[in-house]
């Protein structure tokens, strides 16, 4: 399937400290999205970085994307305790662009 | 921002009985609402694309007799889960778009989790 992998499955830092996810997925895909989900709760968009571009940044947020190793990178800079959650990437298909793939998600906890 | 909701934010119904859940676009008009399905500590699984007025386009593996999709109106989409039973407790998400063929951005509900004794 073209369910995206996500490494590391979990991820615990101190605050203050980066944090960097991956995402690999398998098929080509027009964008690639990031989204953050709080335990139990519903997801929030974070990031959108199209297939033509190779490097996004959102305030503590930079994704990374390369086409050729078909994988993405999330950093998280200057952690928080309020950034422990969930991470996805998310793709869409080639001939699709309204269906998102989730990857198996990153949970990420920041300790203050 | 776009904001949308589900109701109810979560249910217990006993197996057997039939269980819908409502997802609603607060501020925009959704032309595509998807519905996913999450295990504990698992990824999202689309269950289903509904657009409004049409019949719901089911992923493989989902059941359309089980998975009742309705998408009556530009703002709301109803799942209705029939005859449900115990394997069917899960987290169950909704999400929405303003637009169709991408690329754009989905937003999501806050859950519902439903859980079949």
């Known amino acids: 399937s073209q369910q995206g992998e996500e490494d590391p499955q979990a991820l615990s830092i101190q605050e203050g400290e980066n944090a960097t996810m991956n995402c690999s997925y398998k098929t080509s895909i027009n964008n690639l999205q990031w989204y953050r989900q709080n335990s139990g709760r519903g997801l929030v968009h974070l990031i959108l970085i199209r297939s033509n571009e190779r490097e996004k940044h959102s305030g503590r947020l930079r994704v990374t994307l390369d086409t050729s190793k078909k994988s993405s990178s999330l950093l998280i800079t200057a952690s928080r305790a309020a950034d422990t959650a969930s991470y996805f990437c998310?793709?869409?298909?080639?001939?699709?662009?309204?269906?998102?793939?989730f990857g198996t998600g990153t949970r990420l906890q920041v300790f203050p | 921002g776009a904001v949308v909701s589900q109701h109810p934010s979560w249910v217990i119904c006993k197996s057997g009985t039939s269980v819908k859940i409502e997802c609603r676009s607060l501020?925009?008009?959704?032309?595509?609402m998807f519905w996913y399905r999450q295990f504990p500590k698992q990824s999202l699984m689309l269950m289903a694309t509904?657009?409004?007025?049409?019949?719901?386009?089911?992923e493989q593996g989902v059941e359309k007799d089980k998975f009742l999709i309705n998408h009556a109106s530009l703002t709301l989409s109803t799942l209705t889960v029939t005859s449900a039973h115990p394997e069917d407790s899960s987290f169950y998400i909704c999400s929405a778009s303003e637009t169709s063929g991408g690329p754009y951005e989905q937003y999501f509900g806050p859950g519902t989790r439903l859980t079949v004794t």
């Open positions: 501020d925009f008009q959704a032309t595509t």
């Open positions: 998310a793709t869409d298909l080639p001939y699709n662009t309204d269906k998102l793939i």
């Open positions: 509904s657009n409004e007025g049409s019949k719901a386009t089911y």
